[in-house]
């Protein structure tokens, strides 16, 4: 069992940034694939970005390609979301989402994600 808890949400004014962390308790840290998720009013849950257990391989979705990053502290037990040039597109409830796979994979679709935070609000004003 893995418990995640989100943070660094809020509320910023277009072009500006966010950092966003999830720090996991429980099983070890490094046994898991991340990745972050959004879901905005009305809308699907969506893919944002995704990072190997080991932190060597990234992914991201188009829509934040070159504005936000994805990283990881094994040894924090963390996963973070650098998130640049805010656009009031990206407001959304943001979710991290662990998977239980094997070195040196990605994960990139939902149910393939084991457990789930319960999210933290980013709204871009314009």
């Known amino acids: 069992q893995v418990q995640l808890v989100e943070s660094g949400g809020g509320l910023v004014q277009a072009g500006g940034s966010l950092r966003l962390s999830c720090t996991a308790s429980?099983?070890?840290?490094?046994?898991?694939?991340m990745g972050w998720f959004r879901q905005a009013p009305g809308k699907e849950r969506e893919f944002v970005a995704a990072?190997?257990?080991?932190?060597?391989?990234?992914y991201y979705a188009d829509s934040v390609k070159g504005r936000f990053t994805i990283s990881r502290d094994n040894a924090k037990s963390t996963v973070y979301l650098q998130m640049n040039n805010l656009k009031p597109e990206d407001t959304a409830v943001y979710y991290c989402?662990?998977?239980?796979?094997?070195?040196?994979?990605?994960?990139?679709?939902?149910?393939?994600?084991?457990?789930w935070g319960q999210g933290t609000q980013v709204t871009v004003s314009s």
């Open positions: 990072i190997s257990r080991s932190g060597g391989s990234t």
């Open positions: 429980g099983r070890t840290f490094s046994s898991y694939a």
């Open positions: 989402a662990a998977a239980n796979v094997p070195l040196p994979f990605i994960v990139l679709r939902i149910p393939e994600y084991n457990y």
